[in-house]
């Protein structure tokens, strides 16, 4: 039986900043349905960014963004919590005026620590793959619709997950519930086809694991992106739920 009046959460990240743990997280709760990346086969049918299995992810799911925006950010769901890890470069050639029917979180990640986990997948990454400058644009798109969307850091959430889920589920209405800190290792059902080329990590894991600083150097090819990078960020740490 469908919930009357699911809360449509979506949450927009950009890649390598915790988003699936994010997601194994709510999947925990007794009362929510995930739901991975349903824009990704739009996304790659629109533009010409090169990914990993990138075909094979088209060829698995709806890549028509109105249909999915249709069947499945505003569809039928049957938990009172529609939990939707979403990427905010996703977000091209297509109408956004469902996002004031949904509840919108942005997810935020300190370049310094992401560029470097994004060349693994992405070789040559522009500002475009790395959902900063879209996810700037879309706090203050969501502001004009007169919300005030959450934002949440990558590293203030490792600091203490406890505290900043905490936090954000106050403001969503929803309760806190213990078991959103661990989960099973392994896959999860609703993973997307895209998996086995970016999820390694998670996988293994069992819980959000502690911060820790990179230590490697930061390669010199990316100094330049993360400059561009480094604005956008700033913009939304300064807005994020502080641990």
Known sequence: MPHPNPLRLNVWSGPRNISTALMYSFAQRTDTRVVDEPLYGHYLRVTD?????????????????????????????????????????????????FLSQTTNVLLTRDPFDMLPSLINQIKKPVIRDTGFKMQAELLEELQTLDQNPLVLDSKELLKNPQSVLTQLCNTLNIRFEENMLTWPAGPRK????????????????????????????????LRALLNECKPYYDLLYEQAIKA
């Open 49 to 97: 960014a090169i990914h990993p299995g990138a075909k094979e992810v088209m060829a698995d799911m709806d890549c028509d963004a109105q249909r999915v925006i249709a069947n499945t950010i505003l569809g039928s769901c049957k938990k009172p919590v529609h939990f939707m890890k979403q990427m905010a470069h996703h977000l091209v050639a297509l109408d956004r005026s």
């Open 190 to 221: 609703e993973d997307g086809i895209w998996a086995r080329h970016w999820y390694h990590n998670v996988h293994k894991s069992t819980g959000f694991q502690p911060y820790r600083p990179k230590a490697e150097p930061f390669p010199n090819g």
